[in-house]
């Protein structure tokens, strides 16, 4: 267990269905980032929060949306699903050490 | 801006070989590196990291040196083993900020 908790692991959804996705950073951690993961495309970083403010952007499309509680988990929204948005998402939190990664969300859009 | 760039995959070799996977940066400052691995089916684990020029990682057997002179990261293992197989990712991060991700290197060792 790396003490960053994603649920759940596996999500089969239609398209133009609207997912959640959930993280809970490990303890005493305040920075959570969210990647994508494609079999084409490596890891693509989508944005970050650190204690409930939004810190960083990356690729993240305009039918996605993240936000971070005070109590430091996240949750990113995805909705408008297409069949390409089918990916792994992977929650991460710490930053001076390293990263800790969650064991991520396999989402496939049927 | 930053980057990282990495040896393409994928790369076969027999047990008991020797591993490099090349990694290289481009930065301002002088930021943390990283190597993390993913085997089948599991998310991202850190296996080893530096902080500063001359700073050697090393964990499992793998090792990497900060090469400030020639910007590089390179990833190596003097006996790998069939377990090894598995996708590479060399970063680079600091601070709170968000990490660059090079674009994995699959190895696959064969018995």
């Known amino acids: 267990d790396s003490g960053v908790t994603q649920t759940p692991k596996h999500l089969i959804t239609a398209t133009g269905q609207r997912v959640t996705l959930r993280c809970s950073p490990r303890?005493?951690?305040?920075?959570v980032y969210w990647y994508q993961q494609s079999l084409d495309q490596g890891l693509q970083f989508l944005i970050q929060?650190?204690?409930?403010?939004?810190?960083a952007k990356g690729n993240i499309l305009e039918r996605f949306s993240a936000q971070q509680f005070p109590d430091l988990h996240s949750e990113l929204n995805l909705s408008s699903l297409e069949l390409g948005d089918s990916a792994l998402y992977f929650c991460?939190?710490?930053?001076?050490?390293?990263?800790?990664f969650g064991s991520g969300t396999r989402l496939t859009v049927v | 801006g930053n980057s990282v760039t990495q040896m393409e995959g994928p790369v076969t070799l027999s047990e008991e070989a020797f591993l490099t996977i090349n990694c290289t940066y481009t930065?301002?400052?002088?930021?943390?590196l990283f190597w993390y691995v993913q085997y089948p089916g599991e998310g991202l684990q850190l296996l080893l990291k530096a902080t500063k020029a001359d700073d050697k990682g090393s964990n499992k057997g793998f090792e990497a040196t900060y090469r400030k002179e020639t910007t590089s990261f390179h990833l190596e293992k003097g006996s790998v083993q069939v377990s090894d197989s598995a996708v590479y990712f060399c970063?680079?991060?600091?601070?709170?900020?968000?990490?660059?991700f090079g674009t994995g290197t699959r190895l696959k060792v064969l018995a």
């Open positions: 929060y650190y204690n409930g403010e939004e810190r």
């Open positions: 930065a301002t400052g002088y930021p943390s």
């Open positions: 303890s005493g951690d305040l920075s």
């Open positions: 970063a680079q991060g600091g601070g709170t900020y968000k990490y660059i």
């Open positions: 991460a939190s710490g930053g001076v050490f390293g990263y800790t």
